[in-house]
């Protein structure tokens, strides 16, 4: 069975095994336009399409050919009837748009073959577009009378004059031609025709007497009709098809050269040699500001659907999209939850976005280093990416991240650590030592704390706490058990009575707590601070159940309190009923609202903060207003003035 070469004969399934083996593309380009009155207006893409598949054929499979582009620029022709001229900046785009979709399909190596003059700047900028938007693919471009080996070839067999005898429709591209198809070469028409006024610095020739030089380095296309009589420049009457058979091996060969070192050449690692760390500048990717609606976005979360930090962030999207809708703005999105908190079904969630040709995602990270590489692939697909729950971390320092929204996840363990201690007996507004009384909109973050707390160094405060973290090692509860402690450690009466992993989830919270009653008797606990408030839902049920749960805020009181991080309507009606002391707020309406925000502003070419902090801070009895239902957020302005 022969092996198919052709790209459109390919099906989807091939498509991917096509970029499995790393198969070399080519793309032949041409142009519609007069070559004299012996020539059909074929010449220059027929001649590169055949020159193309005949090479392709020598690899065996290895090398495909796309269907070719036959129309090219040539408006400075239109003088003579039957070309088809296509704007520089519309045949450039098109370009453009067929090699972006096979990077994007995933393959690596494309190598543009153009076959006729004038299309050469063009076909040049569009292969090195595409090296901008893909970094980790290799584009490359040449035109058939650069090969070498042609060059050689046609010297030896040259009978034309020189300058001039070879330009177009001449001895070159008529031997070519006759080679390929001399039913359709009228040579009775074919004359000599090199009347353009030729000098030391204006001149035109395919091939050269002393290579490379193949024309003056004064360039200028003047209107056709100035330089040609009969719209060839050359002589055609020296063709034979016994050259056009050598011009074409040797240009074959030459080819075959080229693919040959192409698809070996390796692909080396972008290294930024700027003295401070500066995000990729526009030119690094194609620019978003001319994208049709609707724009496209992704959300992806590793928590559950039901889940109320999968659900509230979704819900301020959808409030942001329709406030984006009256202002013309038309947004689609595209979300993904997770069954678990398994970092390997988010990547393949991203992976699925990626194929939706989104222009922008949403990512609430699992964790951070599993993720790195397909939120680079993201990146490099021109996908602008928002992190959200996470501020500027240093494992994505390389990453050109659109925007952070987010938290220092540190900073909000140590905010849990304070209200644990303000409960407990130090300075605060919790528990039964209560030296302020803040108002309902103020902020109790962690410079309230710290102005509490500092430099006063005699501090006595006691009781027994338990931690249940999320899933041990990951970043996020690393981080926060990392602040949780570093505060605590800070009063040696506080005795830790045990770390336990609840893995995020509220059912492994609920058997945790449990096995915390069963290992600790009564009074034996004063606090447990749950990491996030799905998991803490779990343990209140228990502590409930069990008649363990202390709802008088008050430490002296029987049972176990409770404290815990996120902020949902649910959690701040446990803590007007006091099932809950207090929470540390993690904004989950900020990071939908913004998120869609700062991914569509940054789709459109507006600027967007690099870093949205949320400022994590308490929640407790006396602010819950200052969070939901109508949590303040700012007026977004969508379109730029």
Same mark, same amino acid.
């Given at each position: 069975?022969?092996?198919?070469?052709?790209?459109?004969?390919?099906?989807?399934?091939?498509?991917?095994?096509?970029?499995?083996?790393?198969?070399? &593309?080519?793309?032949?380009?041409g142009s519609i336009e007069d070559h004299?009155?012996?020539?059909?207006?074929?010449?220059?893409?027929?001649?590169?399409?055949?020159?193309?598949?005949?090479?392709?054929?020598?690899?065996?499979?290895?090398?495909?050919?796309?269907?070719?582009?036959?129309?090219? =620029? $040539?408006?400075?022709?239109?003088?003579?009837?039957?070309?088809?001229?296509?704007?520089?900046?519309?045949?450039?785009?098109?370009?453009?748009?067929?090699?972006?979709?096979?990077?994007?399909?995933?393959?690596?190596?494309?190598?543009?073959?153009?076959?006729?003059?004038?299309?050469?700047?063009?076909?040049?900028?569009?292969?090195?577009?595409?090296?901008?938007?893909?970094?980790?693919?290799?584009?490359?471009?040449?035109?058939?009378?650069?090969?070498?080996?042609?060059?050689?070839?046609?010297?030896?067999?040259?009978?034309?004059?020189?300058?001039?005898?070879?330009?177009?429709?001449?001895?070159?591209?008529?031997?070519? =031609?006759?080679?390929?198809?001399?039913?359709?070469?009228?040579?009775?028409?074919? !004359?000599?025709?090199?009347?353009?006024? +030729?000098?030391?610095?204006?001149?035109?020739?395919?091939?050269?007497?002393?290579?490379?030089?193949? %024309?003056?380095?004064?360039?200028?296309?003047?209107?056709?009709?100035?330089?040609?009589?009969?719209?060839?420049?050359?002589?055609?009457?020296?063709?034979?098809?016994?050259?056009?058979?050598?011009?074409? /091996?040797?240009?074959?060969?030459?080819?075959?050269?080229? &693919?040959?070192?192409?698809?070996?050449?390796?692909?080396?690692?972008?290294?930024?040699? $700027?003295?401070?760390?500066?995000?990729?500048?526009?030119?690094?990717? $194609?620019?978003? +500001?001319?994208?049709?609606?609707?724009?496209?976005?992704?959300? !992806?979360?590793?928590?559950?659907?039901?889940?109320?930090?999968?659900?509230?962030?979704?819900?301020?999207?959808?409030?942001?999209?329709?406030?984006?809708?009256?202002?013309?703005?038309?947004?689609?999105?595209?979300?993904?939850?997770?069954?678990?908190? *398994?970092?390997?079904?988010?990547?393949?969630?991203?992976?699925?976005?990626?194929?939706?040709?989104?222009?922008?995602?949403?990512?609430?990270?699992?964790?951070?280093? @599993?993720?790195?590489?397909?939120?680079?692939?993201?990146?490099?697909?021109?996908?602008y990416v928002v992190l959200v729950n996470?501020?500027?971390?240093?494992?994505?320092?390389?990453?050109?991240?659109?925007?952070?929204?987010?938290?220092?996840?540190?900073?909000?363990?140590?905010?849990?650590?304070?209200?644990?201690?303000?409960?407990?007996?130090?300075?605060?507004?919790?528990?039964?030592?209560?030296?302020?009384?803040?108002?309902?909109? %103020?902020?109790?973050?962690?410079?309230?704390?710290?102005?509490?707390?500092?430099?006063?160094?005699?501090?006595?405060?006691?009781?027994?706490?338990?931690?249940?973290?999320?899933?041990?090692?990951?970043?996020?509860?690393?981080?926060?058990?990392?602040? #949780?402690r570093d505060v605590i450690d800070n009063? @040696?009466?506080?005795?830790?009575?045990?770390?336990?992993?609840?893995?995020?989830?509220?059912?492994?919270?609920?058997?945790?707590?449990?096995?915390?009653?069963?290992?600790?008797?009564?009074?034996?606990?004063?606090?447990?601070?749950?990491?996030?408030? *799905?998991?803490?839902?779990?343990?209140?049920?228990?502590?409930?159940?069990?008649?363990?749960?202390?709802?008088?805020?008050?430490?002296?009181?029987?049972?176990?309190?409770?404290? !815990? /991080?996120?902020?949902?309507?649910?959690?701040?009606?446990?803590?007007?009923?006091?099932?809950?002391?207090?929470?540390?707020?993690?904004?989950?309406?900020?990071?939908?609202?913004?998120?869609?925000?700062?991914?569509?502003?940054?789709?459109?070419?507006?600027?967007?903060?690099?870093?949205?902090? &949320?400022?994590?801070? &308490?929640? #407790?009895?006396?602010?819950?207003?200052?969070?939901?239902?109508?949590?303040?957020?700012?007026?977004?302005?969508?379109?730029?003035?």
């Amino acid at each position: 069975m022969t092996e198919n070469i052709r790209y459109e004969k390919l099906t989807w399934p091939e498509v991917n095994e096509a970029v499995k083996e790393n198969k070399v &593309i080519l793309l032949p380009i041409g142009s519609i336009e007069d070559h004299a009155r012996h020539l059909p207006l074929d010449s220059d893409s027929f001649i590169v399409t055949e020159v193309c598949r005949r090479v392709t054929a020598f690899f065996r499979g290895q090398v495909l050919v796309m269907p070719p582009v036959v129309y090219g =620029y $040539h408006p400075y022709r239109m003088d003579f009837p039957g070309g088809i001229t296509i704007s520089w900046e519309v045949f450039t785009k098109l370009l453009e748009e067929i090699t972006l979709c096979l990077a994007h399909h995933g393959f690596k190596k494309i190598l543009l073959i153009n076959g006729h003059g004038s299309n050469h700047p063009l076909v040049q900028i569009a292969a090195r577009r595409v090296i901008l938007e893909y970094p980790d693919v290799q584009c490359a471009m040449l035109s058939l009378w650069e090969i070498e080996e042609f060059q050689d070839a046609f010297r030896e067999v040259r009978e034309s004059e020189y300058p001039g005898g070879a330009s177009h429709a001449g001895e070159v591209e008529t031997s070519i =031609y006759l080679a390929l198809a001399s039913e359709n070469v009228k040579m009775a028409e074919a !004359t000599k025709d090199i009347s353009f006024p +030729k000098s030391k610095y204006f001149y035109t020739d395919l091939a050269s007497e002393k290579s490379p030089k193949t %024309s003056t380095p004064v360039k200028m296309m003047e209107w056709w009709s100035t330089l040609s009589k009969t719209g060839a420049i050359g002589d055609p009457t020296k063709a034979t098809k016994g050259k056009g058979i050598i011009l074409l /091996n040797a240009m074959e060969e030459g080819l075959r050269k080229i &693919i040959t070192d192409f698809k070996d050449r390796p692909v080396r690692e972008i290294k930024d040699k $700027h003295i401070h760390k500066v995000d990729a500048p526009s030119f690094y990717r $194609h620019s978003k +500001k001319q994208i049709q609606h609707p724009i496209k976005i992704g959300y !992806t979360s590793p928590e559950m659907e039901s889940s109320d930090v999968y659900r509230i962030p979704m819900e301020f999207m959808y409030k942001a999209i329709a406030d984006a809708k009256k202002a013309d703005l038309e947004i689609n999105i595209s979300c993904k939850s997770s069954p678990s908190h *398994d970092h390997k079904y988010q990547v393949q969630s991203i992976k699925r976005l990626i194929q939706l040709g989104i222009d922008a995602l949403i990512i609430h990270p699992a964790d951070l280093k @599993p993720l790195k590489p397909i939120i680079q692939r993201a990146i490099e697909s021109g996908i602008y990416v928002v992190l959200v729950n996470l501020l500027k971390t240093e494992e994505y320092a390389d990453l050109n991240i659109t925007s952070y929204i987010g938290f220092d996840n540190y900073i909000s363990g140590q905010l849990s650590a304070y209200a644990t201690v303000d409960y407990l007996g130090g300075p605060g507004s919790l528990g039964r030592n209560k030296t302020e009384s803040p108002s309902v909109d %103020s902020y109790l973050d962690i410079d309230w704390y710290k102005s509490l707390y500092f430099p006063k160094h005699d501090i006595e405060v006691a009781g027994n706490v338990v931690i249940i973290e999320g899933i041990p090692g990951s970043f996020t509860s690393t981080e926060r058990l990392k602040g #949780f402690r570093d505060v605590i450690d800070n009063f @040696p009466s506080i005795v830790l009575k045990g770390i336990y992993p609840g893995y995020w989830s509220p059912k492994k919270a609920s058997e945790i707590t449990e096995k915390i009653l069963n290992e600790h008797p009564e009074e034996e606990v004063d606090v447990i601070w749950v990491a996030c408030n *799905d998991m803490a839902f779990g343990v209140i049920e228990v502590l409930e159940k069990n008649g363990r749960l202390n709802q008088e805020r008050q430490p002296d009181a029987q049972g176990i309190a409770m404290i !815990t /991080n996120d902020g949902t309507p649910k959690s701040l009606k446990m803590i007007e009923q006091g099932k809950i002391i207090a929470e540390t707020w993690h904004g989950f309406p900020e990071w939908g609202w913004h998120g869609v925000e700062f991914a569509t502003k940054a789709v459109q070419g507006q600027s967007v903060p690099a870093i949205f902090d &949320i400022v994590p801070r &308490i929640e #407790f009895s006396g602010n819950i207003a200052q969070f939901f239902p109508n949590p303040k957020l700012s007026e977004i302005l969508w379109r730029e003035s």
